[in-house]
């Protein structure tokens, strides 16, 4: 007789799936959106068309399932990285995951500071008092400043030397 019980939350059932694969095929392992929706008890057709409305309630319960079993694989050291190529996941390597996280927190910082400066630019600002206007102002060149600070090209200490190394030759 097969054994058909489950977790409920099903979070809980995809992170203990997600850990058996991890321990059977180590990092790299990929793990497929149909996967996915199995472990987490999502029901849906994927060779059946969808409306929009069915689709966005798909992806919003899939959104809120896997924040859940982010939270719980980082208690597992296992990160997992949405790969573009596939529909699925893939289980990275600690050697890549420091690009990876490092990666995703920039661009939350680069989307935070572009928001930052949208909303300082497109303000009544002749509502403003001198002061609030200064204020303003000052506020809009410190989000430049960072956001050039971020966006310049860190040299690397290795090519930085190769490039000494070619002009002395």
Do not use: W
């Not at 572009?114 to 204020?135: R, Y």
């Amino acid at each position: 007789m097969e054994n058909n019980i489950k977790k409920h939350p099903a979070y809980k059932e995809a992170v203990e799936q997600i850990i058996k694969i991890f321990e059977e095929k180590g990092y790299g392992a990929i793990i497929t959106d149909d996967e996915f929706d199995g472990f987490l008890s999502i029901e849906h057709q994927p060779d059946q068309l969808m409306t929009d409305e069915q689709y966005k309630t798909l992806s919003l319960e899939r959104l809120g399932r896997y924040a859940a079993i982010k939270e719980l694989l980082e208690e597992y050291c296992i990160c997992l990285s949405r790969q573009k190529d596939i529909d699925g996941f893939e289980i990275v390597h600690p050697r890549d995951q420091v690009q990876t996280v490092h990666d995703k927190a920039m661009a939350k910082v680069r989307r935070g500071l572009h928001k930052a400066a949208v909303i300082l630019s497109n303000l009544d600002h002749t509502l403003l008092t001198m002061e609030e206007e200064k204020n303003r102002q000052a506020r809009i060149i410190r989000n430049a400043f960072v956001k050039g600070a971020l966006s310049r090209k860190r040299i690397d200490y290795k090519e930085k030397e190769i490039d000494q190394k070619m002009i002395a030759s």
